[in-house]
């Protein structure tokens, strides 16, 4: 790789930006989008803006089998302009419903800039280096929470809400550009062919490797609850709660605390492994879970707002802390399968734990309970998926 170490993760921190800038940016101005279409302030239909962006990563399944044969670049490129087309597309969308699909044509872009970057990390780096790469690159990413939601604020004091929409595709512009500067990781002679039969095959291969459908389940449940509370962030906020210019503070400060627990996790994957690593993340995020749910059985529905999101701001943190070490243990046993495995892998937990997501936030009207209860049901049925891998210990 002639691209230095440091340029690299930048990169591939701001290409993953992508993703969460077409999320983040956009929650503050969700009051404004209902004013905009004539809905009702306690209408929970904006969530569906954030639902169908996820589940425009199910192309990812197709993106995979592209680039184990054509290589990560080209469909890096393909990635880019369908972000952009669908992110203006969407600011400038007659109707929700024409919104929703553009947000899903956006999506669909993310899913390829995504997938790439993962294959792309997963084929210079294995194991435990490869977690503590993502966890770097995660650390950078998870700024991004921090600094859109009051980014998007600014924007709308100054502009429309079209405006902040526009954000996220004339970043992805820039981007696009200095991906030029990035070299093809996978080598011709390492390439698969592309056949549905072999298509197939690669897939029920993947599918069949038992860590990485352990792994890939528990990252699929923990990203129901993220996808569950991000999409539904504002209106918990400024609904439930009735608080809703503090919602900038409450996101921004989430997302700090985000990343300082997703940069602990690369020194704890170096020095203990991601196996261990995840196991002792998930018993802390079960305990917490555990506590939430039990004091909003005893103190109330919804549970006093300090208390609430003091919880969820640690519950998110070690969600996306167990990520880069899940994604590793995951993708490990791949090999040059990484880009149908990266594939399977975001398609798996993005189109699931999306769907998922969106009924827990559908259930969301006056209260919290649903999402609290699924904190709980998640981290024991995580912990029942960690503890039950008794291969010999080899991250």
Known sequence: MKMK???????????MILTALGIDIMLPVFAELRRHFGLNPESTATAQI????????????????????????????????????????AAFAPSLQLMFAARFIAGVGASAVFMTTIAGVRDRFVGDQMA?????IFTIFLFTPVLAPFLGIAILSVSSWQMVFLTPPLFAVIIFLWSFRLEESLPPEQRSSLNWAGFGQ??????????????????TALFTALS?????????????????????????????VMSLCTLMNARLSSKYG????????????????????????????????LLFFIAVALLMALNLAVEPNS?????????NMAGMASAVY??????????????????????????VLSFFIIGVITLLLVFSDRRPQIL
């Open 228 to 256: 569950s509370y991000i999409s539904s962030s504002e209106h918990i906020v400024g609904e439930i709660y009735g608080r809703p210019k503090l919602f900038p503070w409450i996101f921004g400060g989430m997302g700090l």
């Open 5 to 15: 170490q440091g340029e690299f993760i930048a990169l591939s921190a701001c290409t």
């Open 50 to 89: 954030i639902t169908f962006f996820f589940l425009g990563q199910t192309a990812q399944i197709i993106f995979g089998a592209f680039s184990d044969r054509f290589g990560r670049l080209a469909i890096l490129r393909i990635g880019f302009p369908l972000y952009i087309i669908g992110g203006i597309a």
């Open 132 to 136: 503590r790469i993502m966890s770097l």
């Open 274 to 305: 991601a196996r261990r690593t995840i196991r002792g993340l998930l018993i802390i995020y079960t305990v917490i879970a555990g506590l939430l749910l039990l004091l909003t059985f005893t103190l109330g529905d919804p549970p006093a707002m």
């Open 327 to 335: 994604s590793a243990l995951a993708l490990e046993p791949m090999g």
């Open 346 to 371: 975001g398609t798996y937990f993005f189109c699931i734990g999306a769907s998922l997501g969106s009924i827990i936030s559908h259930l969301m009207v006056t209260d919290v309970f649903p999402l």
């Open 202 to 219: 690669s897939i029920r291969k993947v599918l069949s490797n038992r860590a990485f459908l352990r792994y890939t389940t528990v990252t």
